[in-house]
């Protein structure tokens, strides 16, 4: 099968063929449908050797939905050519987190060396992915693949970061999300079907500033040195509620801490490598800052109903698995409004 690897540190990523999967006792092979294309997948391809977490080659995806192709032995409760969306973040399924769906906070994932798919093990950057469970696999009951895919992180991830901050997002209240990008354009749709605060999008583009307001935020500000005031104005002077930084840079995290609004929450999702100062005197009274990360397998079945409901959806451009390298360069370049999509039999 084709499947799109990262083979070499410092390397683009290359389309190579590989060997077909075969689904062991207790696994799932799909035939991916369609994939998602990830920042994340970026910031593994840029770190430097030294330490490098992963073996290579490896093949990228974590965001992926297909049809069952085969089941292994004793594997219940699906059939051949369900249509299903893959949850990324795997856990050993025994621990208390895991007890609550809770695989992306698994507290034994580290010491058994259990990765997610495209980040430590193949993922679904190929035409076919093998899955290690079918507790990681959710119907998708309709929803497009296309349309479906890019929810497993790009939805889930701003869902379980604003639905921390829901009480707090009372009427009269405000929301900044800084990123508009494909996370962030996501997270405004949410807040504005989850809550009645004022949202307000952050961003340098001006593409993805319009794409923020056709989402509907309330305001679009340009995120440069005069942001802070600019939602300091907007607020009365009091800041906002909830700060969502899906960028995580120095820069926007900076910003982040500026806007908040005394109680207020922070929550740093991007991977940028910013960080801010937490102490007395520092932020706000009582500003909670948090750097969560994916969501648990309950709120991705929240996320697809959501999309059913027609509350929220991404927008996405779609490529074959052989122009794969190309969307990374596009969505490196800043060039990618929303979510790239590939199609591996498409």
């Known amino acids: 099968m084709k499947a799109l690897q990262y083979r070499t540190i410092g390397a683009p990523p290359e389309v190579v063929t590989v060997r077909d999967p075969e689904p062991g006792p207790g696994q799932v092979l799909l035939k991916v449908t369609a994939a998602g294309v990830c920042h994340s997948d970026i910031a593994v391809m840029g770190w430097p050797a030294e330490g490098f977490p992963y073996e290579l080659p490896l093949t990228l995806g974590h965001e992926g939905v297909g049809t069952v192709a085969a089941l292994g032995d004793g594997v219940t409760g699906l059939n051949e050519g369900d249509a299903v969306a893959v949850y990324g973040p795997w856990g050993c399924g025994t621990c208390a987190k895991c007890a609550e769906g809770k695989e992306n906070y698994c507290l034994r994932a580290g010491e058994l060396g259990i990765h997610p798919p495209g ?8 035409e076919y992915l093998l899955v290690d469970d079918p507790r990681h696999l959710v119907p998708l009951d309709g929803l497009d693949p296309v349309a479906a895919v890019p929810l497993t992180d790009a939805g889930l ?3 379980h970061a604003v639905k921390r901050s829901l009480p707090k997002l009372v009427p009269g209240s405000t929301a900044v999300v800084i990123g ?3 996370l962030g354009h996501v997270a405004i749709q949410l807040l504005r079907a989850l809550t009645s605060a004022r949202v307000v999008a952050l961003d ?3 593409d993805k500033l319009r794409l923020a307001r056709e989402v509907g935020a309330h305001e679009a500000v340009l995120s440069d040195e005069k942001a802070a005031d600019a939602v300091r104005e907007l ?6 509620e909830a700060v969502f930084d899906f960028v995580g840079a120095a820069p926007t995290v900076r910003t982040a801490g500026a806007v908040a609004a005394v109680e207020g929450d922070v929550t740093l999702v991007g991977i940028g490598g910013g960080s801010i100062p937490v102490g007395f005197g520092l932020l706000p009274f009582e500003v909670s800052v948090s750097a969560p990360y994916w969501g648990s397998r309950g709120e991705l079945i929240e996320v697809l109903n959501l999309a059913r409901s027609g509350a929220v959806s991404v927008h996405t451009e779609t490529y074959s698995l052989d122009d794969a390298p ?3 360069e596009r969505l490196h370049g800043g060039k990618v409004n929303g ?4 199609l591996p039999h498409g």
């Not at 980040?119 to 190929?126: D, E, F, I, N, T």
């Not at 607020?235 to 906002?240: P, R």
Request: aromatic fraction near 6%.
């Open 204 to 206: 340098v583009s001006e």
């Open 180 to 182: 508009a990008g494909g």
């Open 157 to 159: 991830t701003p869902y």
């Open 235 to 240: 607020t009365g002077g009091l800041g906002a």
């Open 119 to 126: 980040l430590g093990r193949p993922g679904s950057m190929a």
């Open 339 to 342: 979510r790239a999509v590939i």
């Open 326 to 328: 190309l969307a990374y």
